[in-house]
T-cell receptor
């Protein structure tokens, strides 16, 4: 099993809808989880991070973490065409293995919001 | 000015040539990273450095080498470029492993 897995999509939603992006991870010791947004041809930028089980809201974005299920998600409410991008899930792994911890990225989910 | 800069931004080269990609940062971070990104494969870690004297291989280090000349500078070299090294390369920095990583604008490398 890969360390961080995402549905590659593409995911297409109409403007104003809720976009739901999902990510699973394999390292049970992981404590830090991140969502990056990457526009085509640009560099990734952090939009959310979450460390504790439950929900974390920031504007139209909500990150959800369930450590028991090793699952993290990102919800985008009232989706806008400007949200069209690839969303990368990233997880700090390696802590439970006693080695150097590192940030591992999923392959990303491409989201298209249609006007 | 950008906090993390990469040079060159675009490079076309031929098989067998030696190539150096440079990264500089003004964020004062100790940790620096080199990634490559291929369509559909996400970001793959090539090398990372926790300080000037600490350099570590990532998941795809074969064919690459790095140099951490100073806290602010981290260079990636392809000793003998091959076509499957054609990719988008990103440099990133962070203060601590658990903190946000800040990415440079990327270098698009094409090996013919």
């Amino acid at each position: 099993q890969k360390e961080v897995e995402q549905n590659s999509g593409p995911l297409s939603v109409p403007e104003g809808a809720i976009a739901s992006l999902n990510c699973t991870y394999s390292d049970r010791g992981s404590q830090s989880f991140f969502w990056y947004r990457q526009y085509s041809g640009k560099s990734p930028e952090l939009i959310m991070f979450i460390y504790s089980n439950g929900d974390k809201e920031d504007g139209r974005f909500t990150a959800q973490l369930n450590k028991a299920s090793q699952y993290v998600s990102l919800l985008i409410r009232d989706s806008q065409p400007s949200d069209s991008a690839t969303y990368l899930c990233a997880v700090i792994v390696g802590i439970s293995q006693g080695g150097s911890e590192k940030l591992v990225f999923g392959k990303g989910t491409k989201l298209t919001v249609n006007p | 000015d950008a906090d993390v800069t990469q040079t060159p931004r675009n490079r076309i080269t031929k098989t067998g040539k030696r190539i150096m990609l440079e990264c500089s940062q003004t964020k004062g971070h100790d940790r620096m990273y080199w990634y490559r990104q291929d369509p559909g494969l996400g970001l793959q870690l090539i090398y990372y450095s926790f300080d000037v004297k600490d350099i570590n291989k990532g998941e795809i280090s074969d064919g690459y080498s790095v140099s951490r000349q100073a806290q602010a500078k981290f260079s990636l070299s392809l000793e003998s470029a091959i076509p499957n090294q054609t990719a988008l390369y990103f440099c990133a920095t962070s203060d601590l492993a658990g903190d946000e990583q800040f990415f440079g604008p990327g270098t698009r490398l094409t090996v013919l």
